[in-house]
């Protein structure tokens, strides 16, 4: 269920193939999921996270 919400609020925002920690919040807070359901889905599907604000990914 949260991965239909997940995908959705990606599409609408169109996020394909890279997403940044800002944008992967801000899509956590629209689909009212967990930051870390985000990331795992992020993970599942290839997506890149890019512009870490902890400097994790690059």
């Known amino acids: ?3 239909e919400k997940i995908k959705k609020a990606l599409q609408e925002a169109g996020i ?3 997403i940044t ?3 992967a ?3 956590a807070e629209k689909a009212k ?3 870390s359901a985000v990331g795992e889905y992020c993970t599942k599907n ?4 890019r ?6 990914f690059k």
Do not use: A, P
């Open 21 to 23: 920690c800002t944008q």
């Open 1 to 3: 269920m949260s991965d």
């Open 51 to 56: 512009g870490c604000q902890l400097g994790c």
């Open 33 to 35: 999921v967990s930051r």
């Open 25 to 27: 919040f801000t899509i």
């Open 46 to 49: 290839r997506i890149k996270i």
């Open 16 to 18: 394909v193939e890279i």
